[in-house]
């Protein structure tokens, strides 16, 4: 053949036109005297063209050949080129694997097994594994028979016999019939621990599903009883012991490769548990002690091997806790865990090729079909099948899935199992990653029928189909109520509305039937608007089920549509924009504050849309809009009107910043720095509560005065005011100065300054829906009994005779806020010396501090409040934190600069920095302050009214643990972990506040 040129150029040729990559290699081995007799046979060309891998194709038959006895190989390529449906298998599979091209090789009469390929044969049950299998009485035999076996199920497949249902069918009777194998070998060399138990060998997972892969991990579960007049303990030890060892004769490597691991970790208390129990024990612990997952894996428990009628016993026991399980607490949260844990802990570097576990893969399908057959079959038992696609099928024909998406995710779930199984067929490897070898895709992409451009076509293909299971998969769950309520799909069988009630149960609503009312009265009709709605509602009832409470999601939802739906730019939003719509289902459901602020000014959904929407406005910019808006009002309470709606706007902004960072989204990651939310909303509510006091000022000032008050006039901002670490339900805590401008006298301008704090104070408390800003006062010197107001000279004369220490550590936090700028720095400049005084304090002031201290804690914690939970008065929490801090500005702040600011937090890394206090120590306070803070903000947000300590409602207590960010059902660990955090707290303070040297 090499010897004339143009014979050979024309062989060249003709093996790229039948898709050969690499001709001249395949031209060397057609050389090859072994295939001398067909190297010319154009049926054998046309044969390897239609290989998934011609190339391997023909490398291994040419390995095949050699491997047989001169008098055999002549048989061997007579069959080939004469018998079309045995070549098209025997090229078929040693075209698609390499890894059965190997055991061909290795056993090269095991090719006479594809001969026989009648009716009978075509879908082999069990039984007929069985006799495959006869005779493999050790594990080496048993491993030949079994991939001998495997030939015939690959031959299928390849050749499109079956389809990837019936062939995963067929891998999971196979697994059975090597189960039983296995167990006959590890009987027959122990007899005498046969004889002393019953063994039960329960398939689970794939196997159990009839769904099997070529290569995967065999779940099982061992149900053991003892023999008539056996003692229990020896039995069940006999038990284990055989149970071990067929599992050995399963999952060893020998020369003979292996067959597959058997995993029983899905059993009770996993690797922990014993392998093999009684049924009574599982029982037991299936009743008391297991998880939501335990009764899903169970779903597809089957038996399969060993004693027959004890596996039947256990599924019989297990099944209607199956069927159970959507009733237990956190069902759907504990569901919804599972499924996002498992995408968490894909790598980043292989998630967009995990063909299984990923978003869009194999998993998404049988999660949401899993997931509706634990809520629905208990009441449907057509619904109670282990199979996927079989529950799917029956999923559609009871109404519960749309006809249309089950097709869909029908058609979907089966091109990624044939994927899946055509990658795994290669090398029989247990892998659920896309290939990125471009030889290896090709190969893949020619064994599902694309030739025109395997790769690229593979990829489209594989993309629309993920496309549409995470579609579907987002959609499946939610979609069907919105069929029962808004009839979208005349004709076909719809969910009724006791399944409805049943669904919105499973996700958490705890007014179903209230519920459907609102899901009818956004998405019936055939208007434009209802048809967005629909769209938009499937995925809006996920988020909204993700949180601590549906119903006021759903009910939330359904008051701004009314509000906004004629608006044209509202449902586009929502649509169009893909953060809007999750913003808004997460600040709907997470508590009543930001949705009652957004009920007042639902226009304010349009901030949800813009990531630069979210951001809160700085005081600057703040201001400039109050006091533009306070020249335009016509009077006064005009003017306050307008500011409190800047007001009401710009809190729905910081709490829905607040909250969407406290949750994270996809998009957005939850804020990794819990300090740095604190102080985020901190600032942005002084901010706006200072720019809401400069207008109640301007307005104050321009109703009596015009432009000019007689006085010069500045707020100064104490406690947490001053401190930048106002929280939602805070009072702004205030001093009020003046000094008389020039040519007027000290009553006159005392008068008008007193005139401008009482007119302040009622524009403020005029009767409203928002949350007040109440101007608190008390902190002045001589408190309620002084007057409201002072001049500088004032404040100084009674600052020297009258001062007591307390008073000069509120002013540690004292910061203009408004009014004046240069009168609020010269109110600074004389409190400094008193809140940061010379040589620090004296021994008899430092024990004052801790008097005081001290009698607040016995006296001011409300009667029957536990203080481990208190989070401003109890242990650990923020007074206790506060008071450490301040303690130590007053005594070093003369001294270090860092220490002289308003802000605890910055204080405390101040005198970290100055070494005042351990790392370690200043890292535990700092942790519980904004611990502490943070729980109050999530009070305020979810109450809709401020409070000290963490809600008794439980809903309220879930949604607290929602925004701190624990799972539902978690509140107890979110209760320890404060108790922790804050008792470390308190220890420091114990010895750094009561015990710190004067």
Known sequence: MTSVPGRRSSTFTRLLRHGFTDPSAA????????????????????????????????????????????????????????????????????????????????????????????????????????????????????????????????ARDVCGTTDVAEAAAELADLATATLRAALAIAEAAAPADAAQCRLAVVAMGKCGGHELNYVSDVDVIFVGEPVEGAEETKAMQAATRLAAHMMRVCSDTTVEGTIWPVDANLRPEGRNGPLVRTLSSHLAYYQRWAKTWEFQALLKARPVAGDARLGAEYVEAVSPLVWQAADRENFVADVQKMRRRVV??????????????????????????????????????????????????????????????????DEAYRFLRTMEHHIQLHRLRR????????????????????????????????????????????????????????????????????????????????????????????SSGVSRKAAIQRTLLPVLLGWFADSADPDAGLLGFRQVSDALGKTPWYLRLLRDEGAAAENLARVLSAGRLAPDLLMRAPEAVALLGDPEGLRPRGREHLEQEVLAAVRRAPGAEAAVAVTRGVRRRELFRTAASD??????????????????????????????????????????????????????????????????????????????????????????????????????????????????????????????????????????????????????????????????????????????????????????????????????????????????????????????VEWTVQLMQMQHGWAEPGLRTTRTREALAAAS????????????????????????????????????????NPRELAAVGRYLGYEQGHVGDMLEDYRRITRRARAVVEERFYGAAG
Do not use: C
Request: no cysteine; net charge negative.
């Open 27 to 154: 031209e060397r081995l057609l050389d090859l005297p072994e295939l001398a007799s067909v190297r010319s046979d154009p049926v054998l060309f046309d044969a390897l063209g239609a290989t998934a891998d011609p190339d391997l194709a023909l490398h291994g038959l040419v390995r095949l050949t050699e491997a047989q006895e001169p008098g055999e190989r002549r048989v061997l390529l007579d069959t080939v080129v004469t018998a079309k449906p045995l070549r098209d298998r025997l090229l078929g599979v040693l075209g698609a694997s390499e890894a059965l091209g190997d055991h061909l090789a290795r056993h090269p009469r095991d090719w006479q097994a594809l001969v026989t390929y009648e009716a009978r044969d075509l879908h082999p049950g069990v039984t007929e594994f069985e006799r495959m299998l006869a005779g493999a009485d050790d594990p080496d035999s048993l491993r030949v028979a079994y991939r001998r076996a495997l030939l015939s199920i690959a």
């Open 344 to 409: 968490d802990n894909i790598p980043v570097d292989r998630i967009d090729r995990e063909l299984k576990l990923g978003p869009g893969g194999l998993r998404d399908v049988e999660f949401a079909v899993q997931l509706l057959q634990l809520v629905h079959g208990r009441g449907d038992a057509s619904l109670r099948s282990g199979s996927t696609l079989d529950a799917l099928r029956a999923l559609a024909d009871g109404g519960y899935v749309g006809r249309a998406d089950a097709a869909q995710l």
């Open 431 to 522: 892998t659920h990653l896309v290939p990125e070898d471009e030889a290896d895709l090709r190969r893949l992409g020619r064994s599902l029928g694309l030739r025109t451009d395997p790769v690229a076509e593979l990829d489209r293909a594989w993309r629309r189909h993920a496309s549409v299971v995470r579609r579907l998969h987002e959609k499946l769950f939610y979609r069907p109520l919105l069929d029962a309520v808004a009839q979208l799909t005349p004709g076909e069988r719809r969910l009724s509305a006791e399944a409805a009630v049943v669904r919105l149960e499973a996700l958490g609503y705890a007014d179903p039937t209230a519920a459907l009312r609102h899901l009818e009265a956004l």
């Open 659 to 880: 909250l969407i960072g406290s949750y994270g989204t996809e998009d957005s990651p939850a804020e990794a720095d819990p300090g740095a939310l604190v102080d985020r909303v901190g600032q942005a509510l002084t901010d706006l509560n200072a720019a809401t006091l400069s207008g109640a000022l301007r307005a104050a000032v321009r109703e009596q005065w015009g432009d000019t008050l007689p006085a010069r006039f500045a707020v100064i901002g104490m406690g947490r005011f001053g401190g930048h670490e106002l929280g939602y339900g805070s009072d702004a805590d205030v001093l009020f100065v003046h000094q008389p401008r020039e040519g007027v006298g000290d009553e006159e301008a005392a008068r008008a300054a007193n005139t401008v704090v009482t007119q302040m104070r009622r524009l403020l408390q005029l009767p409203t829906a928002d949350p007040p800003l109440l101007i608190d006062a008390d902190l002045r010197p001589e408190g309620k009994s002084g007057p409201l107001t002072r001049t500088l000279k004032s404040y100084a004369a009674y600052y020297r005779r009258w001062s007591l220490v307390w008073e000069s550590q509120a002013l540690l936090r004292a910061e203009p806020v408004a009014g004046d700028e240069e009168l609020g720095r010269a109110f600074v400049e004389l409190i400094d010396p008193l809140r940061y005084p010379v040589e620090g304090l004296g021994d008899e002031a430092v024990r004052e501090i801790r008097r005081l201290k001290a009698r607040m804690e016995s006296e001011r914690i409300p009667r029957g409040a536990d203080p481990t939970l208190h989070t401003k008065l109890g242990r650990g929490g923020l007074s206790d």
């Open 913 to 952: 920095a100055a070494e005042l206090i351990p790392h370690e120590d200043a890292a535990t306070l700092d942790e519980a302050w904004v611990l502490a803070t943070r729980v109050r903000n999530a009070v305020m947000l979810v109450r809709g009214r401020p409070g000290d300590t963490f809600p008794s």
